[in-house]
């Protein structure tokens, strides 16, 4: 089974500069998840879709951070403009929700330093 | 708003040893509790799980204890190795993976 890709694995920007970070579940998740881990800390919840639908994005900062989920698979993150506590690690995950199994299943990440 | 603590932020033992890591829950409609392990560099990884209407479940050198009552829940690693060495974190979610909220995360070493 292929795990949950993500990229690119690393990017380095200037404030006020934009970014996007891309993520392909596993085939069949339904859920997919953004999380923001910033270093030393636990992954902090961004937003959770539902197939192409938001269920969750009560701590996604909207003012510069967007998100979405075409045909329910794909999904980009962008952040517009970044500052520099943004840099963290950003990481998709995505589960099936339907089985038994609700563990996540965690991308490699996306690395952001915003300089 | 809804957190999980996680104790401890790190964990010395000696090589053969247990180790145990205790967090604690607020929403008491969390009914769903995944461990993960999260080697340097490497995404986090589901090591085992446990749900709400299980007391305790174990698997090989792991297991998990779970009080609803007392809103905790606990990792317990017997023979520690060295390669257990990592950082552990702790979650609490509703059904359907709704509001998970991670713990902070627990550093243990495991000295050979």
């Known amino acids: 089974e292929a795990g949950v890709a993500q990229s690119p694995r690393y990017k380095i920007i200037e404030k006020r500069q934009s970014v996007a970070f891309w993520c392909n579940p596993i085939?069949?998740?339904?859920?997919l998840y953004w999380y923001q881990q910033i270093l030393g800390q636990g992954p902090k919840l961004l937003i959770q879709f539902q197939n192409n639908g938001v269920v969750d994005d009560s701590q996604l900062p909207k003012d510069r951070f967007s998100a979405e989920r075409l045909k329910g698979v794909d999904s980009t993150l962008k952040i517009q403009p970044a500052k520099l506590e943004d840099s963290a690690v950003y990481l998709c995950?995505?589960?099936?929700?339907?089985?038994?199994?609700?563990?996540?299943?965690f991308g490699s990440g996306t690395r952001l330093t915003v300089v | 708003g809804e957190n999980v603590e996680q104790h401890p932020s790190t964990l010395s033992v000696q090589e053969g040893d247990s180790a145990v890591i205790k967090c604690t829950y607020s929403d008491s409609a969390s009914n769903y509790f995944p461990w993960y392990k999260q080697e340097l560099g490497k995404r986090p990884q589901l090591i085992i799980d446990?749900?709400?209407?299980?007391g305790e479940k174990k698997d090989q050198r792991i297991a998990v204890t779970l009080n609803k009552t007392a809103k905790h829940f606990s990792l317990h690693i017997t023979e520690t190795q060295p390669e257990d060495s990592a950082v552990y974190f702790c979650a609490a979610s509703k059904t359907g993976g709704f509001k998970t909220i991670f713990g902070a995360g627990t550093r243990l070493f495991v000295k050979a």
């Open positions: 085939s069949g998740h339904a859920t």
């Open positions: 446990i749900r709400s209407n299980v």
């Open positions: 995950a995505s589960s099936t929700r339907q089985g038994v199994d609700y563990g996540y299943t």
